[in-house]
């Protein structure tokens, strides 16, 4: 784990830009695991600056993303698959077509992870992004998912929903449930770039990088990645030892 402590916000999505430019600018068709999300909002704005600017091209990349609202999908204000496109992909170059989401209104919930683990299977991601939840999850995973699964359904959790609330008018409008890639889905990445930002996240920044590897704090599994940037603002930080 390599733990990149910035400054503020703006400066961690500048950091986490460093990374990712890296893997788009050393291979045209990279495959990108992306996160919805307030955290990764600033790294999309320097994707989307740097492509305006014409470094870098998107043409051939692919992405697959974490998660997805049960009921939610293209059209819906606050689905994930919006979300990337008002975020990031209606802004670069990348082919829509190239981009997947877990689907939130497939008829057959199984079916549809199913699909997701297969096409996850045949891909070789190169960078995932992660936000992490208050509580330590990562994509949907809460606390005591096993580190082994795979695309699956989730309830999630009251602490989730309560977070969540802000992006909808009330907290009675946020869907209890969401199909999240798995842990073992996410582990898979080549390298992992774990952004958070704000003194609400420390407990969980602490817990990830100086607690016991233990299922009840997903992202403390990143400390198993060979490849992991931790890329933390001073808040989320402030717990940290050292
Ligand atoms: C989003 C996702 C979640 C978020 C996490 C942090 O695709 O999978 O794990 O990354 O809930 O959310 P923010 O960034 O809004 O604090």
């Keep these: 784990m390599k733990v990149i402590i910035a400054e503020n916000y703006d400066d961690m999505s500048l950091k986490a830009y460093e990374i990712m430019k890296q893997v788009v600018t050393s291979k045209n068709d990279a495959i990108l695991g992306l996160a919805t999300g307030s955290t990764p ?15 870098v091209s998107y043409k051939n990349v692919k992405s697959v993303n974490l998660d997805e609202y049960i009921g939610q999908g293209v059209g819906d204000e606050q689905s994930y698959v919006e979300f990337m496109r008002n975020n990031l992909f209606n802004h670069i170059d990348i082919d829509l077509a190239n981009t997947d989401l877990p689907s939130g209104k497939a008829v057959d919930m199984q079916a549809e992870c199913d699909r997701y683990n297969a096409k996850l299977a045949s891909l070789n991601v190169d960078i995932q992004v992660l936000g992490i939840g208050g509580n330590g999850h990562i994509g949907f995973n809460e606390p005591n998912t096993p580190f082994g699964s795979v695309t699956h359904v989730v309830d999630l959790t009251e602490r989730t929903i309560k977070d969540n609330a802000r992006f909808f008018n009330s907290i009675d409008e946020v869907p209890t449930q969401a199909i999240s890639m798995g842990i073992k889905n996410v582990m898979n990445a080549k390298s992992i770039l774990l952004l958070a930002s704000g003194e609400n996240k420390a407990d969980a920044i602490k817990a990830t990088v100086e607690g016991p590897v233990t299922e009840s704090v997903p992202a403390s599994v990143l400390q198993l990645h060979p490849n992991c940037y931790i890329v933390v603002d001073k808040a989320a930080a402030s717990k940290l030892s050292k």
């Excluded at 999309?44 to 470094?55: L, P, R, T």
Aim: glycine share 14%; proline share 0%; net charge neutral.
């Design 41 to 55: 909002i600033g790294l999309y704005k320097n994707m989307i600056a740097d492509y305006v600017k014409g470094e």
